[in-house]
């Protein structure tokens, strides 16, 4: 069994920062890639950023400049600067994990709101 759990969500004032993180847990044997989507209500899941077991990072282009994503071992963070009224969001980790065959699997989210 494998689960990613989510940190780090909260409020914060427009332009402000915060930091999540998400940490994979159970027989993993590798991970592909881990990233990070996001769902505003109403609205579509979009995908956030995103970086391989390689270190190469993809980032919407909304994000670009003030999300940046990194990952320690099993452990994904996405340092959020510049925090605007329109990143409020349920913020999503998602990551293609190696257990026994290549499985993908999703955290239950946290909440993101910007506001004053």
């Known amino acids: 069994q494998v689960q990613l759990v989510e940190s780090g969500g909260g409020l914060v004032q427009p332009g402000g920062s915060l930091r999540l993180s998400c940490a994979a847990s159970?027989?993993?044997?590798?991970?592909?890639?881990m990233g990070w989507y996001r769902q505003a209500p109403g609205k579509e899941r979009e995908l956030v950023a995103i970086?391989?077991?390689?270190?190469i990072t993809n980032s919407a282009d909304s994000v670009k400049g003030r999300f940046t994503i990194s990952r320690d071992k099993n452990t994904v963070y996405l340092q959020m600067n510049s925090l605007k009224p329109e990143d409020t969001a349920v913020y999503y980790c998602?990551?293609?994990?190696?257990?026994?065959?290549?499985?993908?699997?999703w955290g239950h989210g946290t909440q993101v709101t910007v506001s004053s």
């Open positions: 159970g027989s993993i044997f590798s991970i592909n890639f």
């Open positions: 970086i391989t077991s390689g270190g």
């Open positions: 998602n990551a293609q994990i190696k257990v026994a065959t290549i499985v993908t699997v």
